[in-house]
């Protein structure tokens, strides 16, 4: 709590620097401010001497495809991996898999409560995840704690009107308090160092359907020997929501599970890709570890395809059901697809599962 008005001017104490009441008095001033303003203008004039030499060509950044995989390829350094989920369990011994299935089920819950958009549960999901990676034998009665508080973070950081802060408390029915949630945070925050911008499965997801649909659109378009290549078309999603919405429906269901911690992001949202439409994988990704995931996958699409994907509400358009987290997936339906994998284990045991 501030003690004082934000509007409050704030004094600052120069030692060497004189009073007002001094250059009041008629002492003799400076030339500080002269010289820096003296130094200012060569290096202003400095620039602009350098702009004018150089041609224009050289003034527009230039991007490539490489640059623009960059910022998806970079997050898979060290700050931003998650350990595997054996790794994982063992630094925990009173963690067990099913704590993290409950865990997410109920921020997906509490997502939809609050109807908070869908990367603001994969960005709590990883939080927690990257969190536990770097902690250990940390006590089962902090795992709603720290869920919450994970949420808190993700919310203020993806939710123009975040839920506030009694809000969070409140869900938990008395089990976190305000100032709990609040002292986590900075715990959170401070094993996270501060790295709180991963490339999600969902931005993942949406990466790749983008890829996708300006492969239509260019095919389409030196089909009709036409170039329409807009800035607007660009950045104008080419891909439906129905789409996108039923490839999250699939990755939620596998993020239940633990064993999704196995596989990076990008795998898991080119693996429900597939099940959902069949597209050719950008060469950039790792095709080993995707085959590995679909295969992983396959149990879990097909309950998915056994009890349906979700319906669109009359009052609900695909492109918010596209960007807002529904609670369409449980537990019941997890441990449907974990009974068909054993099935398929049965039937094929060097199946991976």
């Known amino acids: 709590m501030r003690s004082r008005s934000p509007l409050h001017p704030i004094e600052f104490n120069f030692p060497n620097r004189p009073c007002l009441a001094t250059l009041a008095s ?20 400095t620039i602009d001497k350098t702009d004018d030499e150089q041609p224009p060509k050289h003034k527009i950044a230039k991007k490539s495809a490489h640059d623009l995989w960059q910022p998806f390829i970079s997050k898979n350094r060290k700050t931003y991996q998650r350990e595997k989920s054996a790794v994982l369990l063992s630094k925990h011994p009173t963690y067990t898999s099913r704590m993290r299935t409950i865990l997410l089920d109920w921020l997906i819950e509490v997502c939809e409560v609050y109807r908070l958009h869908r990367e603001t549960f ?45 809000e969070f ?18 715990v959170v925050l401070k094993q ?19 890829i996708d649909g300006r492969k239509n659109v260019s095919a389409e378009a030196d089909k009709n020997n036409t170039n329409n290549q807009s800035v607007h078309s660009l950045i104008k999603p ?36 597939y099940f959902v439409q069949e597209s050719p994988l950008p060469p950039e990704l790792d095709h080993e570890e995707v085959g590995r ?29 596209s960007n807002y987290q529904s609670h369409s997936v449980d537990i019941k339906l997890l441990e449907l697809a ?8 049965e039937n094929d045991p060097m199946m991976i599962f």
């Open 122 to 166: 994969y960005l709590s999901a990883d939080f927690f995840d990257r969190y536990m990676s770097r902690t250990i034998n940390v006590p089962k009665t902090k795992l709603q704690l720290i869920g919450v508080t994970c949420l808190f973070i993700a919310a203020k950081i993806e939710e123009i009107y975040p839920p506030k802060l009694q």
């Open 293 to 321: 995931c679909i295969s992983w996958m396959t149990p879990y699409a097909q309950a998915v395809n056994a009890t349906g994907y979700p319906q669109i509400r009359s009052s609900t358009s695909t492109e918010d059901q």
């Open 238 to 273: 080419s891909y439906c929501g129905s789409t996108h919405s039923k490839i999250m429906h699939l990755v939620d269901l596998c993020m239940l599970d633990i064993n999704s911690l196995n596989f990076s992001y990008a795998s898991l949202a080119a693996s429900a890709s």
């Open 26 to 45: 008629g002492s003799p001033k400076t030339e500080t401010g002269l010289h820096l303003r003296e130094s200012w203008k060569r290096f202003r004039d």
């Open 192 to 210: 996270l160092n501060w790295s709180l911008t991963p490339k999600t499965p969902n931005t993942w997801s949406k990466l790749l359907l983008q």
């Open 169 to 186: 408390a409140y869900v938990t029915d008395g089990a976190c308090a305000e100032d709990d949630i609040l002292t986590m945070e900075l």
């Open 338 to 345: 974990h009974s068909t994998a054993e099935i398929l284990r």
